[in-house]
């Protein structure tokens, strides 16, 4: 049986469920995901998007990009940025930090290290890369 975790944004407007079988894990540290997020580094896992369902309030969904490509998915209540949708609309991102429940899979890597935040040390461990690879 499949182990299915809880999230939902800031305001609890928006909740949604994923599979707990995330292909990967990352950190970026891009300037775009650092604008989005407000944040040094965006913590995210990817997964197929036919694993990621809207539980509770659809309508309050806000689409920033385009919809039929890449695209956030904000709760246009609060603003809470839930997920990405990246890979030709194939996957999603989701921002770790929105996750009630807590996966089984962690960060393997920082990505765009390159374009860090000079005021932000990274301190682990965990692999850096220039770009996203």
């Excluded at 650092?34 to 309050?60: H, M, N, Q, V, Y």
């Excluded at 709760?75 to 839930?82: A, E, F, P, T």
């Excluded at 920082?110 to 692999?127: E, M, N, R």
Aim: charged residues 20%; contains cysteine.
């Amino acid at each position: 049986m499949k182990r299915l975790l809880a999230g939902r944004c800031l305001c609890g407007a928006v909740h949604y469920s994923v599979e707990d079988e995330f292909v990967y894990a990352l950190n970026c540290h891009c300037s775009n995901c650092r604008r989005a997020t407000g944040s040094a580094f965006k913590p995210f896992a990817g997964i197929e998007r036919d694993k990621l369902r809207i539980t509770r309030g659809e309508d309050s969904l806000l689409i920033f990009g385009d919809e039929r490509a890449s695209h956030d998915v904000r709760c246009k209540i609060c603003g809470s940025l839930m997920f990405s949708v990246v890979r030709q609309g194939q996957y999603v991102h989701v921002t770790l930090g929105t996750l009630t429940d807590s996966p089984t899979v962690s960060a393997t890597a920082h990505i765009f290290v390159g374009s860090k935040a000079p005021w932000y040390c990274i301190t682990d461990q965990l692999p850096q890369h220039d770009e996203f690879g």
